[in-house]
């Protein structure tokens, strides 16, 4: 790969970023991210001991949600500073459930650091998240965590792991072994060897025998690589001449921010093994803002902010994390998002997990709370001139696939449960609230049974709503399969004007997916023109209701015949008329249940689509056939129908399958009629219900 003299200059002038920065830590789901915001904290002199998940005494993962399930389940800011500069490091959850806080975090990130571990059950969890930062060119490092419990040769996990990765995994470590213990590591870079230290700086030893051996070995391994995109590198393996120190340093900073190679870190978070190594590459070969709000796109000059996070919180109000990419921001500024005034910032503030430090204005690079920013938004771009700027990011939840009714235990709540709401979905935009204005349910929507579950506990702990919960009703129809000509009539006297009105109504089934029409073929004036809309809406009032109870659909109504009174006809009266022939009526025209058919499309590691097929068969569905997942590897995508009541709890079945990784999204494609013992179920639950 050939490199100009021009890219050779941007090569060597990108190599040293400084300032501040923001590091995402992100990896699958128990890989130890927590831990190692931990260990970086202690390592730093930001907290004065490491604590630890089982503990509950972590920076991150303060809440109780997170504390009760020893996980994460909302991303944690913590900043602190190393050899002078400062460092805000993310801390991302790692189950799918929660991974759009994540995908809010990455675009402004200047890089990330993937947690991971020697564990072939989580490469398809892996794959998710390098997925998101290659197709957002995020420069990420791979942090190989609990080498001290790995079972398999450093060179054989990243053969494991590889598949995870559309680039090179590229060894910047090797472990040192003392039996079968990991004792230390040599870094290939620097061709130094150091030894673990519990809670400690490693120890620098001098390298012999085979260990040496290994290293060198290896470290032509890596500068081979390199090499496949610097040709003066290559030049220098072939000569046998040994690269300066700094060209190989130059090399790996660039291939890293470019996005060719993904360098392999070694360590123990929990023991601080292998913290201050990753550390100083942070320093040394991550970019910083500058690149990212080029990476972005920002030709503003203005002072810039991304959203990343919103908290509301019990004393402070709303806070607004941002990345600051450009100019300073201070208490004071005023804000503008795209189409709307985000607001005048109260206060800026240092991040240390929960806890909210007031401090002076914000530079450049520095990821900060914003505070009472009441009209910004989770991935809003903020500008503080004159004029709003376009967004920089856009970032969309992935569809929601679990679903539960909620409703305030106590009727006085009702209120307070709806501003809940509001501050709920601003502080996690993955979740999605419906009222259902049919059944009379507000619907929360979310990507699983424990981010739903999260999602109630913070109802009652966070806002003071405690609430219940049940399946949301299922969107059954009725319709009919017989003919019926029928009169309806309202007649009632009570002294004075009476009621009066007469109808005959030709009711007939429609073709599936109908709807309703209504036919007007009065002559002569039996039914005055001025009453006919009111039958129109008298059927349409018996139509809501069935004699199965759900709403009758694919139904043609024609009014034939009918009479009035001079006097004590009325709206109300034929009205009242038409409901009542529809009702009548109904019941002899053989109705029918309709239940909704969804298109399903569910994605999962091909090892699981056996699985997937089963569970789908096992619920009523027909599978219209699987292909291999367009652009991943190792992954099928599954096409079935399905019925909506088969759906409700689908994903817990298919995240079971696929070891938390897969899902699916639908749409409503036709109804289809339910007949036999699941029928009659149905109507005895809806009979029973009212």
């Known amino acids: 790969m050939q ?18 920065r923001t590091i995402a830590l992100v990896g699958p789901f128990q890989s130890g991210k927590t831990t190692l915001l931990e ?139 003392n039996g079968d213990i990991i004792s230390g590591f040599v870094d290939l870079a620097l061709e130094r060897a150091h030894v673990y230290r519990e809670y400690a700086a490693s120890e620098v030893i001098e390298l012999a025998g085979e260990n040496k051996d290994r290293e060198k070995e290896a470290r032509f391994t890596m500068l081979e690589r390199l090499a496949d995109h610097d040709d003066e590198l290559l030049e220098q393996l072939l000569g046998d001449m040994e690269p300066p120190r700094d060209k190989v340093f130059d090399d790996l900073a660039m291939e890293l921010r470019d996005g060719v190679v993904c360098p392999v870190l070694l360590g123990v978070a929990s ?61 004071g500024a005023s804000f503008l998002a795209p189409r709307r005034d985000a607001g005048r910032v109260a206060g800026v503030f240092n991040l240390m997990g929960a806890t909210f430090a007031k401090r002076g204005p914000a530079k450049a690079g520095e990821t900060v709370a914003f505070g009472k920013l009441d009209g910004a938004k989770t991935g809003d771009t903020l500008s503080a001139g004159k004029h709003a700027i376009e967004p920089l990011v856009t ?30 979905t601003e502080e996690d935009p993955a979740l999605t609230v419906i009222h259902n204005t049919e059944s009379h349910e507000v619907v929360m929507w979310g990507q699983g049974e424990m981010h739903l579950r999260v999602a109630t506990e913070r109802l009652a702990d966070r806002y003071g709503v405690p609430v219940l919960t049940h399946r949301p009703a299922v969107g059954y129809r009725e319709t009919i399969r017989k003919s019926i000509s029928l009169r309806g009539r309202h007649k009632k006297q009570s002294g004075g004007h009476g009621q009066f009105g007469d109808v005959v109504l030709e009711i007939k089934p429609l073709p599936r997916e109908g709807g309703f029409k209504f036919n007007d073929m009065i002559t002569g004036g039996v039914v005055p023109r001025n009453y006919i809309p009111a039958v129109e809406e008298g059927v349409k009032d018996g139509l809501k209701h069935g004699p199965l109870g759900f709403p009758v659909v694919d139904v043609e109504v024609s009014l034939t015949d009918g009479s009035y009174h001079t006097v004590d006809s009325s709206d109300m009266a034929f009205r009242t008329a038409g409901r009542i022939a529809v009702a009548e009526g109904l019941p002899q025209c053989q109705p029918v249940l309709l239940e909704p058919i969804y298109m399903v499309e569910i994605v999962c590691p091909s090892d699981a689509t056996a699985r997937i097929n089963a569970i789908l068969s096992g619920r009523r569905g027909q599978i219209l056939g699987f292909d291999t997942r367009e652009g991943w590897d190792g992954w099928d995508t599954v096409r079935a129908q399905m019925a909506e009541a088969e759906i409700g709890d689908l994903i817990v079945e298919v995240r079971s399958a696929t070891a938390g990784v897969g899902s699916f999204a639908f749409k409503f494609d036709h109804m289809a009629e339910l007949t036999g013992r699941q029928a009659e179920q149905v109507v005895a639950a809806r009979r029973a219900a009212e």
């Not at 490199?3 to 501040?20: D, F, L, N, V, Y």
């Not at 569809?399 to 539960?404: E, N, R």
């Open 3 to 20: 490199e100009s003299a021009q890219q050779k200059g941007t090569r060597s002038q990108a190599i040293s970023s400084g300032g501040p």
């Open 271 to 331: 023991r601080s093994n292998g913290v201050l190594r990753l550390l100083k590459a942070l320093r040394h070969e991550a970019p910083g803002v500058a690149e990212t709000a080029k990476r972005l796109g920002l030709k503003s000059g203005d002072p810039t902010a991304i959203v990343l996070k919103t908290y509301h919180t019990a004393h402070g109000g709303k806070m607004s994390v941002a990345r600051v990419l450009n100019g300073e921001v201070g208490e």
């Open 395 to 424: 970032v969309t939840p992935s569809p929601p696939v679990l679903a539960m009714a909620v409703a305030a235990k106590e009727r006085k709540d009702d209120v307070k449960l709806g501003v809940a709401f509001t501050k709920l």
């Open 39 to 177: 260990a970086i904290l202690a390592r730093t002199g930001a907290i004065a001991r490491q604590g630890s998940v089982e503990a509950g005494n972590t920076v991150s993962d303060a809440s109780k949600e997170a504390r009760q399930h020893k996980m994460s389940v909302e991303a944690t800011f913590a900043t602190t500073e190393f050899m002078g500069d400062s460092y805000t490091f993310v801390d991302c959850p790692g189950s799918i459930e929660f991974i759009h806080d994540m995908r809010c975090v990455l675009p402004a990130v200047d890089a990330a650091v993937v947690v991971c571990e020697a564990d072939e059950k989580k490469v398809p969890q892996l794959q998710l998240i390098l997925r998101e930062l290659e197709d957002r060119k995020i420069p990420h490092f791979l942090f190989l965590n609990k080498i001290d419990k790995a079972d398999k040769r450093v060179r054989e996990t990243i053969q494991l792991l590889q598949p995870a990765s559309r680039v090179p995994l590229l060894l910047r470590q090797i472990p040192i072994w």
